[in-house]
């Protein structure tokens, strides 16, 4: 590709204007963080979407099951999309799918059989197989994407079998977009990494490399999978009773070489988890692992078996609550109870955020009295993505103008950019980017552009139910502090008629009841002297219109507050106002028996859309009644509470 491919269709095209010039590059997810890779191309009018995938919660995020990329930028752009290709069937790849079809169209999706086949079974499940049309392609396989974009899949060696490095022909020229790699020259399905290819694109010249930074920061070589053969074979040989191992579902490669051994250690193999029943039985259809039939035993059938011809293999890798080993681990799962003689094993290493929960696993299952297996020292586990010196391989094959270092947490990227300095490509060159960030480049130049919007959308179990930023802030409340009710009965002159009542749950708290149910009143009282002429709306004669969701929060906010500062607590407020009719008889304080020891002034605390507090209401000045001296001199001057409470009890029971 050569400088005069000036972009020919921002004149053509469906009628959208195209704003920018050259290609741009935006990250959608999958920078500074492991997971939820999504990645956009767009030039001129046209749209290409690389993968989409997933991420799982990290603590704290309650009630959420997955975690996707903010989409705005492709909901907004969505008549721009041509199409989408997808290197590998990872959930951190195609998990996201599904999801945005709900959204928008995908018009073709092009990828590896395996993966779709897996997303074909996502698609069913979330019912929208009739918004895209999927094609699957083999390795050196050329698609065309829109007018723009020319893709061939070239095959590469993963922990995923069928996966594959993107060559992205463009009018500015070819990028090359690695997907997840290592180099495995000797890869137990028999599938190189077709390294000719690479050095094709490589010898042509390639405009940009975006290459996958998981293990930046570990220097070497990644060890080939068949490196964990003869560790595990060791452990399942030597093992007196019943075998269990996990591993990650998808690791087809892992699994495997575990049912080869299987095989080899005369044990027959009960699968345990929705996964990996999955997983297996689609990568065996396909073809992509080959074990007969009577390997398997029906898990209620295997304890017929003799211990020692029995292997589980099960979900539970990453200490998950609800997977196999986990329950197995809590003498929850219905089936499988932990035996003194079982040789548990852990193929698989922690995901960084999940490490607490595989020891607390592991901790459990070793009291039980079994035999845990686990940790880098054994050599039962390889990583699927390439260190440093498989990324300098991948650098010095494509030889790249410019470089971005994508798939990685931040570090991650910093460590790869070193990396590819050390072999010539200067700094100006390269880019680290952040999710949301987009990368211009043109057939001389590399620039970061203005940035889209990128962030995190949080869906619950049903994968349909957006927990948004507020709900989850509240669950965290709920979580931390718990939750606080008040019950305010208000007249619709503005009365308090009622006490407040108060509820607390799993609210721990050095103030007792009537202490809270004091503090509730004084907000209550405070809200009608000061914000009931903005809150109730004279409709003229009849009763006023009164906002009592203002009302609500106006009495939440100023609690919440108030919790804060003398307890340093911060429960989930929720009060609910009951309306009483005008003329109510008032209820008579208690907040007045106590003095108020409020050190601050309360004047602009509210945080209600930039209104002022208000003056002394008018109808306080009409009807204003001497306040108790005490009670008025005690308070400070902006501390209306006291002597309102009293002035407005008086004009309520004048009118009535
Ligand atoms: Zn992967
Ligand atoms: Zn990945």
Same mark, same amino acid.
């Given at each position: 590709?050569?400088?005069?491919?000036?972009?020919?269709?921002?004149?053509?095209?469906?009628?959208?204007?195209?704003?920018?010039?050259?290609?741009?590059?935006?990250?959608?997810?999958?920078l500074?963080?492991?997971?939820?890779?999504?990645?956009?191309?767009e030039?001129?009018?046209?749209?290409?979407?690389?993968?989409?995938?997933?991420?799982?919660?990290?603590d704290?995020?309650?009630?959420?099951?997955?975690?996707?990329?903010?989409?705005?930028?492709?909901?907004?752009?969505?008549?721009?999309?041509?199409?989408?290709?997808?290197?590998?069937?990872?959930?951190?790849?195609?998990?996201?799918?599904p999801?945005?079809?709900?959204?928008?169209?995908?018009?073709?999706?092009?990828?590896?059989?395996?993966?779709m086949?897996?997303?074909?079974g996502?698609?069913?499940?979330?019912?929208?197989t009739?918004?895209?049309?999927?094609?699957?392609?083999?390795?050196?396989?050329?698609?065309?994407?829109?007018?723009?974009?020319?893709?061939?899949?070239?095959?590469?060696?993963?922990?995923?079998?069928?996966?594959?490095?993107l060559?992205?022909?463009?009018?500015?020229?070819?990028?090359?977009?690695?997907?997840?790699?290592?180099?495995?020259?000797?890869?137990?399905?028999?599938?190189?990494?077709?390294?000719?290819?690479?050095?094709?694109?490589?010898?042509?010249?390639?405009?940009?490399?975006?290459?996958?930074?998981?293990?930046?920061?570990?220097?070497?070589?990644?060890?080939?999978?068949?490196?964990?053969?003869?560790?595990?074979?060791?452990?399942?040989?030597?093992?007196?009773?019943?075998?269990?191992?996990?591993?990650?579902?998808?690791?087809?490669?892992?699994?495997?070489?575990?049912?080869?051994?299987?095989?080899?250690?005369?044990?027959?193999?009960?699968?345990?988890?929705?996964?990996?029943?999955?997983?297996?039985?689609?990568a065996?259809?396909?073809?992509?692992?080959?074990?007969?039939?009577?390997?398997?035993?029906?898990?209620?059938? *295997?304890? #017929?078996?003799? %211990?020692?011809?029995? !292997?589980?293999?099960? =979900?539970?890798?990453? @200490? +998950? $609550?609800?997977? &196999?080993l986990?329950?197995?681990?809590?003498?929850?799962?219905?089936?499988?109870?932990?035996?003194?003689?079982?040789?548990?094993?852990?193929?698989?290493?922690?995901?960084?955020?999940?490490?607490?929960?595989?020891?607390?696993?592991?901790?459990?299952?070793?009291?039980?009295?079994?035999?845990?297996?686990?940790?880098?020292?054994?050599?039962?586990?390889?990583?699927?993505?390439?260190?440093?010196?498989?990324?300098?391989?991948?650098?010095?094959?494509?030889?790249?103008?410019?470089f971005?270092?994508?798939?990685?947490?931040?570090?991650?990227?910093?460590?790869?950019?070193?990396?590819?300095?050390?072999?010539?490509?200067?700094?100006?060159?390269?880019? *680290?980017? #952040?999710?949301? %960030?987009?990368?211009? !480049?043109?057939?001389? =130049?590399?620039?970061? @552009? +203005? $940035?889209?919007? &990128?962030?995190?959308?949080?869906?619950?179990?049903?994968?349909?139910?957006?927990?948004?930023?507020?709900?989850?802030?509240?669950?965290?409340?709920?979580?931390?502090?718990?939750?606080?009710?008040?019950?305010?009965?208000?007249?619709?002159?503005?009365?308090?008629?009622?006490?407040?009542?108060?509820?607390?749950?799993?609210?721990?708290?050095?103030?007792?009841?009537?202490?809270?149910?004091?503090?509730?009143?004084?907000?209550?009282?405070?809200?009608?002297?000061?914000?009931?002429?903005?809150?109730?709306?004279n409709?003229?004669?009849?009763?006023?219109?009164?906002?009592?969701?203002?009302?609500?929060?106006?009495?939440?906010?100023?609690?919440?507050?108030?919790?804060?500062?003398?307890?340093?607590?911060?429960?989930?407020?929720?009060?609910?106002?009951?309306p009483? $009719?005008?003329?109510?008889?008032?209820?008579?304080?208690?907040?007045?028996?106590?003095?108020?020891?409020?050190?601050?002034?309360?004047?602009?605390?509210?945080?209600?859309?930039?209104?002022?507090?208000?003056?002394?209401?008018?109808?306080?000045?009409v009807?204003?009644?001497?306040?108790?001296?005490?009670?008025?001199?005690?308070?400070?001057?902006?501390?209306?509470?006291?002597?309102?409470?009293?002035?407005?009890?008086?004009?309520?029971?004048?009118?009535?």
């Amino acid at each position: 590709m050569s400088s005069q491919n000036v972009n020919p269709i921002v004149r053509s095209g469906n009628g959208a204007k195209a704003k920018h010039q050259g290609l741009r590059v935006i990250p959608l997810g999958g920078l500074h963080e492991i997971g939820k890779n999504t990645c956009v191309f767009e030039y001129g009018d046209e749209l290409m979407l690389v993968d989409a995938g997933l991420a799982f919660p990290s603590d704290g995020m309650h009630g959420v099951n997955v975690v996707m990329p903010d989409t705005s930028y492709l909901r907004e752009n969505q008549k721009r999309i041509r199409g989408m290709v997808v290197t590998h069937g990872h959930e951190d790849h195609i998990g996201g799918i599904p999801h945005h079809l709900k959204n928008f169209n995908i018009p073709i999706i092009y990828g590896p059989r395996l993966a779709m086949s897996m997303l074909q079974g996502k698609m069913e499940e979330a019912g929208v197989t009739d918004r895209t049309t999927i094609q699957t392609v083999g390795p050196r396989d050329v698609v065309h994407v829109g007018q723009h974009f020319k893709v061939e899949f070239i095959r590469n060696t993963h922990s995923m079998a069928d996966s594959f490095t993107l060559a992205i022909t463009t009018p500015v020229g070819v990028v090359i977009f690695t997907g997840d790699f290592k180099f495995d020259h000797t890869p137990v399905d028999g599938e190189a990494f077709d390294l000719q290819r690479l050095a094709h694109y490589g010898e042509q010249g390639v405009l940009c490399l975006f290459s996958d930074s998981t293990n930046a920061e570990i220097p070497g070589f990644t060890p080939p999978e068949r490196a964990v053969f003869p560790n595990l074979d060791r452990h399942i040989s030597q093992a007196e009773g019943r075998v269990i191992i996990t591993t990650f579902a998808s690791s087809i490669h892992r699994v495997s070489m575990i049912l080869e051994l299987a095989m080899k250690n005369g044990r027959k193999v009960g699968l345990l988890g929705r996964s990996m029943l999955n997983v297996i039985a689609k990568a065996r259809e396909l073809g992509y692992m080959r074990a007969p039939d009577d390997l398997f035993v029906p898990i209620k059938q *295997i304890r #017929d078996l003799p %211990d020692r011809e029995t !292997l589980l293999l099960m =979900t539970g890798s990453q @200490g +998950e $609550p609800l997977a &196999a080993l986990s329950r197995i681990s809590r003498g929850e799962h219905p089936q499988v109870q932990v035996k003194s003689t079982d040789t548990i094993i852990f193929s698989a290493s922690p995901i960084p955020g999940n490490t607490i929960s595989v020891v607390n696993t592991i901790d459990r299952l070793m009291m039980m009295g079994a035999k845990v297996v686990y940790g880098k020292g054994e050599g039962i586990h390889v990583s699927g993505h390439g260190c440093q010196e498989d990324h300098k391989l991948m650098l010095a094959l494509a030889k790249p103008k410019f470089f971005v270092p994508v798939h990685g947490e931040h570090r991650m990227l910093v460590c790869h950019s070193k990396t590819a300095q050390s072999m010539g490509i200067p700094a100006d060159h390269i880019l *680290i980017i #952040d999710n949301g %960030d987009v990368v211009e !480049l043109t057939p001389d =130049t590399i620039n970061k @552009g +203005e $940035p889209v919007k &990128a962030g995190i959308e949080l869906l619950d179990a049903s994968r349909n139910g957006i927990v948004d930023a507020r709900v989850l802030k509240e669950r965290q409340q709920l979580a931390e502090d718990g939750v606080i009710t008040l019950l305010a009965v208000i007249t619709t002159d503005g009365v308090m008629a009622a006490p407040p009542r108060v509820n607390l749950r799993g609210v721990v708290t050095a103030a007792d009841a009537r202490k809270l149910s004091v503090w509730a009143e004084r907000e209550i009282t405070w809200v009608l002297e000061n914000r009931w002429n903005q809150l109730a709306r004279n409709t003229g004669g009849k009763a006023p219109d009164v906002d009592w969701v203002g009302v609500q929060r106006e009495v939440e906010v100023g609690l919440q507050r108030r919790l804060r500062r003398e307890l340093q607590v911060d429960p989930l407020i929720i009060c609910l106002v009951q309306p009483a $009719p005008a003329g109510t008889p008032a209820y008579k304080g208690r907040a007045d028996a106590e003095p108020d020891t409020r050190p601050a002034p309360r004047g602009g605390r509210r945080d209600g859309g930039g209104r002022q507090p208000a003056a002394v209401p008018q109808r306080q000045l009409v009807t204003a009644a001497p306040a108790p001296v005490a009670a008025a001199s005690k308070a400070p001057v902006e501390e209306p509470e006291p002597t309102g409470r009293v002035r407005r009890r008086r004009s309520a029971a004048a009118a009535g």
